[in-house]
C-alpha cells in the first residue's frame, strides 16, 4: 500500500502526505481546530499537526525544546528528557519558501495513558517549523508509545506494520501551504 498523498489538512489550506493505515481522528471525536491529528489502525502511534502562536521569545534549539516540555505539560509528563536536536535543511521542506527555521528534536515522555496509574516512557519526534512572516510555530509531533502486548501474528498486524521515522519526514517534508489566508490578514 502507498501512502496517502497530498491528504488535505485545515480546511485544505494545507496538505502532505501520509503514512499507510492513518485513520483521521476527527472522524472518532472532536479536535481542536489548531490541529490535526492521525492514528495508526493497529498501534498506538499518532500523528499531530499543529499550528501554534509563534514563539518569539525564543529562538533556534531552544524553540523546538520549549514546545516539547510544553507538550510534556499539556500531557502531564512525570518526566520529559531530550535525546537529540538538531536543524532541519530548509532545502529539504515543502514549505521552505515560508519557513526560516526548522528543527528535529528526539526525546522520551513519561506519561500514564488515560485512567492508568503506571506511566511509560513515549518515544516523541517533533519537527518545528517556524513561520514567522504569519506568526506560526507549526508543530509536527510522531508519537511512538511502547509496543502493547498485542499478538503480532494478528493478520491485521501485518496489513498496517508500525509507522517509521521515514514516515514522519516524508510527512515534515511534504507539508505544503495551499492558502495562506489560514493565517488571517497579514
Given amino acids: 500500500m502507498e501512502p496517502t498523498q497530498d491528504y488535505p489538512l485545515f480546511g485544505g489550506a494545507f496538505s502532505a502526505t501520509l503514512p499507510v493505515g492513518a485513520?483521521?481522528?476527527?472522524?472518532?471525536?472532536?479536535?481542536?481546530?489548531?490541529?490535526?491529528?492521525?492514528?495508526?489502525?493497529?498501534?498506538?502511534?499518532?500523528?499531530?499537526?499543529e499550528l501554534l502562536e509563534l514563539q518569539a521569545h525564543v529562538r533556534g534549539e531552544a524553540a523546538a525544546r520549549y514546545?516539547?516540555?510544553?507538550?510534556?505539560?499539556?500531557?502531564?509528563?512525570?518526566?520529559?528528557?531530550?535525546?537529540?536536536?538538531?536543524?532541519?535543511?530548509?532545502?529539504?521542506?515543502?514549505?521552505?519558501?515560508?519557513?526560516?527555521?526548522?528543527?528535529?528534536l528526539s526525546g522520551k515522555q513519561q506519561v500514564a495513558k488515560g485512567n492508568q496509574q503506571a506511566a511509560k516512557d513515549v518515544t516523541l519526534h517533533q519537527a518545528l517549523l517556524r513561520l514567522t512572516r504569519y506568526q506560526t510555530d507549526l508543530l509536527l509531533t510522531f508519537n511512538q508509545p511502547p509496543p502493547d502486548d498485542r499478538s503480532s501474528l494478528d493478520p491485521e498486524n501485518l496489513s498496517f506494520p508500525p509507522w517509521s521515522l521515514g514516515d514522519f519526514e516524508r510527512l515534515v517534508t511534504s507539508l505544503t501551504l495551499h492558502d495562506p489566508d489560514i493565517f488571517g490578514p497579514q
Avoid: K
Wanted: net charge negative.
Fill in 23 to 49: 485513520i483521521d481522528v476527527s472522524d472518532l471525536r472532536p479536535i481542536p481546530d489548531n490541529q490535526e491529528v492521525f492514528c495508526h489502525r493497529v498501534t498506538d502511534q499518532s500523528l499531530i499537526v
Fill in 67 to 104: 514546545h516539547f516540555e510544553d507538550v510534556g505539560g499539556v500531557q502531564g509528563a512525570r518526566a520529559v528528557h531530550v535525546e537529540a536536536v538538531q536543524p532541519l535543511l530548509l532545502e529539504n521542506l515543502a514549505l521552505r519558501g515560508c519557513c526560516e527555521e526548522a528543527w528535529f
